[in-house]
């Protein structure tokens, strides 16, 4: 296969292909190291590439493979980090110019993990500043081109923006984000990509940079299903440096990931909410629903004790009091280099009272005991993941957020899927967000890789990637 070709592997593949020595962890990443090289200037996904250590690492990959001493089945495979998850001696910005020399004085637990089973990472992407917005965008260290559209700039989606784009134009075969409100859908939803909201706990935040410390979530990007579920399996587990993960059993989510929907019951999101989609968002997202069926699902009606709008708000306002306390020093500093858009939404924190603060955790409780009872009997709720495509970023307005459909699910500590379902006549990808209880990723993942296999959506590339 050419370079171009390899890129296009999705990663269950080029698993395989590595440990049958058919293919080499240095051709791999030389592969994606060139493509970076040719593309990311106008793409600009990564903050920094580490060629020289990746090369490295793929050397050492490639011994170890024919020796026999391979690490597991994603050894050699490469990857990419948003810039909040620390590497040891490594610059980690969270997408400040404030923090453009803030050098990381340990590694991030997931990046441990990562490392540990032989993954090389090609370097750190792009990100909203302290990962705080929804669009993508970064006015002072620069927005990730969202490459469906070559021609406009559009919104890549955030705050993992430069995670979307790299996975989306091959220049990482996947890639890790974070998910507040919607940080790894949003940009899996524009990018045309699959990307996973995990539940709290299930993959340890020590070592990224938070905003959020209650509704912060990493989470696995890339092109397939199977892709993301093998990236999930590979950072979850138990971590002493972040007790939220103390007490979850293991869950593997690949016995069942191949199991259809045959007998599952899916539930559309309530006619109430529809007013906010597009109409071509909405005309896959029906499409969608019947696929579904045909593949054996029920879908059923659901009615929910809340609007997505009402949850948001609660959980905009613990994000915005949490985000104040950890970055008060730098908001308040007039001269300090911030983003405009994003001084103002973090600096919203300052107004809000500790018993609204607090409030707003009670009602979470509350709402978290009444969303198990609306799902009786229903596996998963079924949304759009975005209200409309990707949006020309001159037309952005950036005091409003485009996270209706995700934020529930950070509020209420579920897990969710989101994976492209069709084009609207623009050549712009739909996004369907599959939702399922807290620590029930499997289900997520069952659904739509039983979807993803009874369509192509996932295929498709973007002009010229």
């Known amino acids: 296969m050419s370079q171009q070709d390899l890129t296009l592997v999705p990663v269950h593949q080029l698993s395989q292909l590595l440990q049958s020595r058919k293919l080499s962890p240095v051709e791999l990443t030389d592969a994606y190291l060139a493509k970076i ?15 020289d250590d ?6 050492g990959a490639e011994a170890a493979i024919r020796a026999g001493h391979s690490v597991g089945p994603l050894h050699g495979v490469p990857i990419a980090l948003k810039d909040l998850i620390e590497l040891e001696g490594k ?10 020399a803030n050098r990381a004085s340990g590694t991030a637990t997931l990046a441990k993990k990562l490392i540990a089973q032989g993954m090389i990472v090609l370097g750190k992407t792009h990100t909203v500043e302290f990962a705080m917005g929804g669009w993508g965008t970064n006015s002072l260290r620069g927005t990730p081109w969202n490459p469906w559209d070559p021609e406009r700039a559009r919104t890549p989606g955030g705050s993992s923006s430069g995670s979307g784009v790299a996975v989306a134009s091959g220049l990482a075969p996947w890639a890790v984000g974070t998910d507040t409100g ?36 990493p989470g696995p990007m890339a ?3 199977e892709d993301v579920a093998l990236l999930y399996v590979a950072m979850q587990g138990t971590d002493p440096l972040d007790p939220l993960t103390n007490g979850l059993p293991y869950a593997d989510p690949m016995p069942t990931l191949k199991h259809g929907v045959r007998g599952l019951r899916l539930a559309r999101m309530p006619e109430v909410e529809r007013q906010y989609a597009s109409a071509d968002v909405l005309a896959a997202y029906d499409r969608s629903l019947s696929e579904l069926e045909k593949l054996g699902a029920e879908v059923v009606e659901i009615n929910l004790p809340f609007l997505f709008a009402d949850v948001a708000v609660f959980n905009l306002r613990i994000m915005a009091a949490e985000s104040y306390a950890l970055y ?3 908001v308040d500093d007039e001269k300090a280099p911030l983003d405009p858009h994003v001084r103002p939404r973090i600096a919203a924190g300052r107004a809000i009272t500790a018993q609204a603060y607090i409030e707003a955790l009670r009602m979470r409780d509350v709402m978290k005991a009444q969303f198990p009872a609306a799902l009786e009997g229903i596996d998963a709720l079924l949304t759009p ?18 996270a209706h459909y995700t934020r529930f699910g950070n509020y209420l500590n579920l897990c969710a899927l989101a994976l492209p ?5 623009d050549g712009l990808p739909t996004s369907l967000q599959i939702v399922c209880r807290a620590n029930d990723e499997a289900t997520a993942l069952r659904v739509g890789w039983a979807y993803q296999n009874s369509t192509d959506w996932h295929l498709r590339r973007p002009p010229n990637y």
Request: with cysteine; proline share 6%.
């Open 37 to 51: 090289d040719q593309q990311d200037a106008k793409l600009h996904a990564f903050v920094d590439v580490y060629a």
């Open 54 to 59: 990746a090369r490295l690492a793929a050397r």
């Open 91 to 100: 610059i980690v910005t969270g997408g400040s110019e404030a923090l453009k």
């Open 182 to 217: 919607g940080s790894v859908r949003l940009p899996a939803s524009w990018c045309g990509i699959t990307g996973l909201k995990t539940t709290i706990g299930r993959i340890s935040t020590h070592g990224v940079l938070p905003l959020s410390p209650t509704l912060d979530t």
């Open 223 to 225: 092109r397939t299903v």
């Open 328 to 330: 008060h020093g730098l």
């Open 385 to 402: 993941t975005t209200m409309t495509t990707a949006l020309p970023l001159d037309e952005v307005d950036q005091t409003k957020a485009p």
């Open 421 to 425: 379902n069709g084009f609207a006549p």
